[in-house]
C-alpha cells in the first residue's frame, strides 16, 4: 500500500497550494500585508487567492504563512516560483 504524505511546514513547497488558507506577512508592497484568503489558482509566478475579491499576487519577493490544520507553515514565495507540477517532483520548495 502506497504511504501518503502529508502536507507538514517542512515539505509544503513540493504540495498543492490550492484549497490552503494563507496571510501575506511580508511583501515589499505595504498594502499586501495581512492579506488573507484561500489559494483558488496557482501560475509559476502567482497565487490566485479569495478574498472578499479575488486578488493575484506575485510569489517573488513575498513571505506567506499557510494554515495547515494544527500547524502554520512560514514560506519564502521565491522557494514556490516554478510550475506547481514541475515544483512536486523535485526537491525544491522546502521550507527554508
Not at 60 to 79: V, Y
Amino acid at each position: 500500500m502506497e504511504r501518503t504524505r502529508l502536507r507538514t511546514p517542512k515539505n509544503l513547497g513540493r504540495h498543492e497550494l490550492m484549497g490552503l488558507e494563507m496571510e501575506i506577512i511580508a511583501s515589499p508592497r505595504a498594502s499586501e500585508i495581512g492579506l488573507r484568503g484561500i489559494v483558488v489558482n496557482e501560475t509559476k509566478k502567482t497565487l490566485t487567492i479569495h478574498t472578499p475579491q479575488k486578488r493575484v499576487i506575485e510569489k517573488k519577493g513575498r513571505k506567506l504563512c499557510f494554515n495547515l490544520g494544527r500547524k502554520m507553515a512560514t514560506i519564502e514565495g521565491t522557494a514556490l516560483v516554478g510550475r506547481p507540477e514541475e515544483r512536486m517532483k523535485t526537491k525544491r520548495g522546502r521550507k527554508r
